[in-house]
């Protein structure tokens, strides 16, 4: 007899890791700011993972131009997840309206009606999961403390912190004044060391997009507001840095000292990506990092069901 015969539940059967074509692209409007996205569907998902991208990059990262097997749509869809990545307010098809979008609040608003409207009618799975990478971590933070954030599956969280790298740090005092030596230089420590990266992806340049002028702020203020920020959270909380990471500290005290910040979570996991740099989906450890956060994206799945079957009504 087989699993259908018997009436057990029985999952599509997915595709190669690096099968199927890109995300698609998405356009809703909400409050008058259109807001963009890329998707990939699974059939009958078990979840959808909600990914947000970090600074100056954009949607595509986290579906790497000519680079399947990195990609993390494709990844997430081949083991039956859809993928939303969301261009974050003040990139995509919002980037004309990043002067209307300094207040956080309004932002993760924005947030929060964009991804309603882009899933409307589409099957969640178990619910909805919430990735980001270095300054989209801003958003993922308040969206997740947010009063709707209870709802969410868990939290991933990548590329943050709370120290700056020392090393990283005194380059920065170099290059002060000398703004293309200080652009320059921040791009290698963000995208070094090139080892970690396929050669036509280091730099970013293919992903690469203008910062809104709000993330300047967040971004100065973030080591000191994330530890109020984190105690508000209540899902499993999920958090990885590569073991190259060089604008953040590293390390296995910076990992426990970030996950001592998530006070209200039932869960917390941290990860150190062997052969990772800061753009974890971008690098040639891409599809191993993928699969460690989809791997937690399946037990929060397993977490909200098993809770589900035990409620008395």
Do not use: K
């Not at 699993?3 to 409050?31: F, I, N, Q, S, Y």
């Not at 390390?251 to 990860?271: C, K, R």
């Amino acid at each position: 007899m087989t699993p259908r015969e018997a009436g057990l539940a029985v999952d599509a059967p997915v595709e190669p890791l690096t099968g199927g074509g890109p995300g698609v692209p998405l356009t809703v409007e909400v409050g008058g700011i259109p807001m963009s996205a890329r998707l990939q569907e699974a059939q009958n998902p078990r979840a959808v993972v909600l990914a947000l991208h970090g600074g100056a990059t954009t949607s595509l990262y986290y579906d790497a131009p000519n680079r399947p097997r990195l990609s993390l749509l494709r990844a997430g869809a081949a083991l039956g997840f859809t993928v939303l990545a969301l261009d974050r307010p003040g990139y995509g098809a919002s980037a004309a309206h990043a002067a209307e979008l300094n207040s956080a609040a309004r932002r993760v608003d924005l947030a929060y009606a964009a991804v309603e409207r882009m899933l409307e009618g589409r099957p969640r799975g178990a619910g909805v999961f919430l990735m980001a990478h270095s300054s989209g971590c801003e958003l993922a933070v308040r969206m997740a403390g947010d009063e709707r954030g209870a709802d969410l599956l868990g939290l991933e969280l990548a590329g943050t912190g709370r120290h700056r790298h020392e090393r990283a740090m005194r380059l920065w005092e170099d290059w002060r004044g000398r703004e293309r030596e200080a652009r320059e230089g921040l791009r290698a420590i963000l995208w070094g060391p090139p080892h970690l990266y396929p050669d036509d992806l280091v730099g970013g340049y293919s992903v690469s997009a203008s910062a809104p002028p709000y993330e300047g702020v967040e971004a100065e203020s973030w080591p000191r507001g994330l530890p109020g920020l984190a105690a508000r959270i209540p899902v499993p909380v999920h958090y990885s840095l590569g073991d190259h990471e060089m604008w953040w500290r590293s390390g296995s005290q910076a990992l426990e000292d970030i996950a001592s910040l998530f006070t209200a979570s039932p869960l917390v996991s941290v990860h150190e990506q062997a052969g990772g740099g800061h753009n974890l989906s971008l690098g040639n450890s891409a599809l191993a990092y993928h699969l460690r956060v989809l791997s937690f994206v399946e037990e929060c799945v397993l977490a909200r069901r098993s809770a589900g079957a035990g409620r008395v009504n």
